[in-house]
């Protein structure tokens, strides 16, 4: 299945607009790397990602077996490394509810560790980068 494609647009600077569907989502750098501190960085997006998938499967583990979810909160750190620049390790923590039965806690982490977005990461896709002109700047072919 091919899902609804995602536009990335350059406002100013370091910024661009990022369109997934009817959303808008403002990517920047922060002041200290040269940007404005509009937004976050591809790379906090990319982590977020991951953390807001890791809550997302926890949350529907906790529904489909009737326990509460309020209270459920994930927290993710991340750290850089070089040559190739990357993210190196992500730490997530989930906070659980309280009333999560013990025996049920490894087959929610289980769960959770098995969200879309860390499968991917496990098993990474192909990804293909191409490039095109937008027509207003390609060079005018033997005109005077």
Partial sequence: MKEA??????VAED????RVRDHTVLID???????DNQGPTPSELFVASLAGCVGFFAE?????HGLP??????????RFATKPSRIDAIDI????PAAIPAELRQRLLRVAERCTV????LSPPTIRITE???EHLRPVMGGD
Avoid: K, W
């Fill in 5 to 10: 494609p995602i536009f990335v647009e350059h």
């Fill in 132 to 134: 095109t002109e937008t």
């Fill in 29 to 35: 750098q922060p002041f200290e790397a040269g940007g």
């Fill in 15 to 18: 910024r661009f607009h990022i």
């Fill in 93 to 96: 923590r989930m906070t659980l």
């Fill in 69 to 78: 979810v309020r209270g459920l909160s994930i927290e993710a750190d991340f």
């Fill in 60 to 64: 529907r583990f906790l529904r489909r």
């Fill in 118 to 121: 860390h499968n991917s990461i």
